[in-house]
């Protein structure tokens, strides 16, 4: 079992910054793909961004050039660092992470959210 737990959520002004963290634990042999994703009230759950073990990325247009996500493997951890943030930017963001538990069971696990304010 995986276990996913964030932090750094909040409420910030339009235009602030805020770094959401991740941190994996449990039975992991290895994480093949980490990323945030997040839902606003009414709509859908969307990707904001990914990361593979490479370093591969891939970001929501709506957050490019904006938002950076970074992880450290040998940690479990993922970042996100969100820049100029926007109203539209309010949600709860999940994290998620894709991979192999020990006895090659493959996993995906979400967290528990954290909420991410922009004030206008």
């Known amino acids: 079992q995986v276990q996913l737990v964030e932090s750094g959520g909040g409420l910030v002004r339009t235009g602030g910054s805020l770094r959401l963290s991740c941190a994996a634990s449990g039975t992991i042999f290895s994480i093949a793909t980490m990323g945030w994703y997040r839902q606003a009230p009414g709509k859908q759950r969307e990707l904001v961004a990914a990361i593979t073990t490479g370093g591969s990325t891939n970001y929501a247009d709506s957050v490019k050039g904006r938002f950076t996500i970074s992880r450290d493997n040998a940690k479990n951890t993922v970042f996100l660092q969100m820049n100029s943030l926007k109203p539209e930017d309010t949600a709860v963001y999940y994290c998620?992470?894709?991979?192999?538990?020990?006895?090659?069971?493959?996993?995906?696990?979400w967290g528990q959210g954290t909420q991410v304010t922009v004030s206008s």
């Open positions: 998620n992470a894709e991979g192999l538990a020990v006895y090659s069971v493959s996993f995906r696990s």
